[in-house]
């Protein structure tokens, strides 16, 4: 298939123009400096803030759809990538025919405007998702794709990566304009989150959904100092914990549904050290092979349904299943690392799984630009 048959419906002016942005340098920001930028929200700083998305925010995206169309085996042309390009296509030249930004007037306009722009993207990671699916239903399941499938997994850990970054732009943007900010809150980010607190409440909920799917529940035991705070995003903090709750709950569930013996708690432990705040998720679960580890961060290997496929038969109102569509770690783990941290899975075969958090403490890293 030709480019020019891909890039169809679209202006040459557009392309060529997304062509020139994309090759243009991404500025990274740390969370430090979002912080500190965000602490006093006047309207001068709102204005540079817009001013700085006005220029980054094109080149980010751009970046992103040159790449959705270079995919091997054919994956940019899957319906599903079709669609997400196009919703990155269609940011673009929002942003593109968006006058400079010279006031205050102005300033509010563009902030509804990529305040939209992140609505359309809501769905982008199971839509994504639903494009590899039809791809491996393409794929002749004699053949090694190692090498290629391979490809397609950094190109979504770069494509995710990307997009965290994207939302955390327009969010803490957005956020700074709240008239009635929570306190300690500076936009997204919470300077006084206590871990604890989070992993309590991230737990609640995934032991809800445990409980909805299998009618019981192990318990959840958390140790650490409920007032220990540091600065950090409570929503990815809360994402990460859940999902890793979430997976031992599952796993404890499934290895003790038929056994006469009660399922023994999941374990966390938040630990604060001088560089890391780290969090571990310990379960009795049963544990991975150590030959299946590879294989969890990948998001080519899941079994789990995607809520958007028209078969599944998921509501996608209720998309919080317990098995998810099968990208809950390898996302995670891009969370963890976008600000510094990381991710790692432990496990020891017929006994469980620990999982270790580490959140950097200091929040000076920059952001990973793809």
């Known amino acids: 298939m030709t480019a020019k048959k891909a890039w169809e419906g679209f202006s040459k002016g557009l392309i060529e123009e997304v062509q020139r942005w994309g090759s243009m340098k991404q500025t990274g920001v740390s969370l430090r400096y979002m912080m500190e ?26 970046r992103r759809a040159i790449e959705l169309e270079a995919l091997p085996y054919g994956l940019s042309h899957k319906p599903a990538v079709v669609k997400v390009r196009d919703w990155y296509l269609d940011s673009f030249r929002d942003l593109r025919s968006f006058p400079d930004i010279k006031d205050k007037s102005d300033e509010l306009e563009f902030t509804q405007m990529i305040k939209m722009i992140k609505v359309r993207h809501n769905n982008v990671v199971p ?37 965290i970054g994207i939302r955390m732009l327009i969010g803490q943007h957005v956020a700074l304009h709240d008239p009635n900010p929570l306190p300690d809150c500076i936009g997204y980010i919470h300077t006084k989150m206590s871990p604890v607190e ?55 569930q499934e290895k003790f549904m038929d056994s006469d013996k009660v399922a023994p708690p999941i374990r966390i432990i938040v630990a604060d050290g001088l560089e890391d ?9 049963g544990g991975i092979p150590r030959s299946g580890l590879p294989k969890i961060f990948t998001y080519l290997y899941s079994t789990a349904k995607n809520p958007l496929d028209e078969h599944s ?14 990208y809950g770690l390898p996302i995670s783990r891009l969370y963890a690392r976008y600000f510094g941290g990381d991710l790692q899975i432990i496990s020891m075969e017929g006994y469980g799984t620990d999982a270790y958090l580490h959140l950097s403490r200091l ?6 630009l793809p």
Not at 279 to 285: F, L, N, P, R, T
Not at 313 to 326: E, S
Not at 363 to 368: L, R, V
């Open 37 to 62: 930028f965000g602490s006093r929200p006047t309207t001068r700083n709102l204005l540079i803030s817009a001013q700085f998305l006005h220029k980054e925010l094109p080149i980010r995206i751009a």
């Open 127 to 163: 839509m994504m998702a639903l494009g590899v699916q039809q791809l491996k239903k393409d794929l002749d399941t004699k053949i090694d794709y190692k090498e290629d499938l391979d490809e397609i997994q950094q190109f979504l850990d770069r494509f995710y990566m990307s997009r």
């Open 198 to 252: 989070v992993a309590r409440n991230a737990s609640e909920d995934a032991r809800s959904i445990c409980l909805r799917e299998y009618c019981s529940a192990p318990d959840v035991n958390i140790y650490g100092d409920p007032n220990f705070t540091f600065p950090y995003v409570p929503t990815h903090l809360h994402l990460m914990v859940f999902e890793l709750v979430k997976n031992s709950l599952r796993a404890v």
């Open 277 to 285: 705040v780290t969090i571990k998720v310990s379960d009795e679960g």
């Open 313 to 326: 038969g998921i509501d996608l109102g209720t998309v919080t299943t317990m098995a998810g569509y099968g």
């Open 363 to 368: 929040g000076d890293s920059q952001e990973p």
